[in-house]
């Protein structure tokens, strides 16, 4: 089954839908071992705005060029068009639920999607139809969320988890 199907993206929707609004509450609670804040260094401000714009150049802006180039494809125009609606449902979450429940819900929001958006990717690789470029272009798509994903695992998780300051620290 395609993964850039109907049925599975109404799927995946909810679920990370549910599994944010359970991580929220759990936080507010304190029933979970996270922070409800986000506790990056100046550093690591100072890097995430800069890996901002990296997203929205790989993530966003060339996913668009590599639609405009494959056109003439159908299953450029389904595969692109669900990844694209993927991504804005991803930043919608994170800025509803970072106002409404904790500012930290966008990690685990951030690395559901991301988790996800490869999986897409990988199922797209196997769909669509690829000139020298736009394999390139895809490649460096690719190579972006598998970096964002080792991000989120390396500086964006552990400043959210509780138990990683008591392992720092021993």
Do not use: H
């Not at 995430?48 to 590599?66: D, N, R």
């Not at 500012?103 to 990717?121: E, M």
């Not at 895809?138 to 989120?152: H, S």
Request: include cysteine; proline fraction near 4%.
């Amino acid at each position: 089954m395609a993964i850039n199907n109907g049925l599975i993206l109404t799927l995946v929707i909810p679920i990370a839908t549910s599994l944010a609004i359970g991580y929220g509450f759990g936080v507010k609670a304190q029933r979970l071992p996270f922070k409800a804040e986000i506790g990056f260094s100046e550093k690591q401000l100072q890097f995430l705005k800069w890996w901002v714009k990296l997203a929205l150049v790989a993530g966003v802006l060339l996913p668009i060029c590599l639609l405009s180039l494959a056109w003439r494809q159908s299953s450029s125009w389904v595969f692109w068009g669900s990844y694209l609606l993927i991504v804005a449902i991803q930043l919608l979450s994170e800025r509803v639920f970072s106002r409404s429940l904790v500012p930290s819900i966008v990690v685990p929001i951030g690395f559901f999607y991301t988790a996800f958006r490869l999986w897409q990717l990988l199922d797209g690789f196997a769909q669509l139809r690829f000139s020298y470029l736009t394999l390139v272009g895809f490649g460096v798509v690719v190579l972006f969320w598998v970096a964002n994903l080792v991000m989120l695992m390396v500086m964006a998780i552990p400043t959210i988890f509780i138990g990683s300051e008591s392992m720092s620290q021993s």
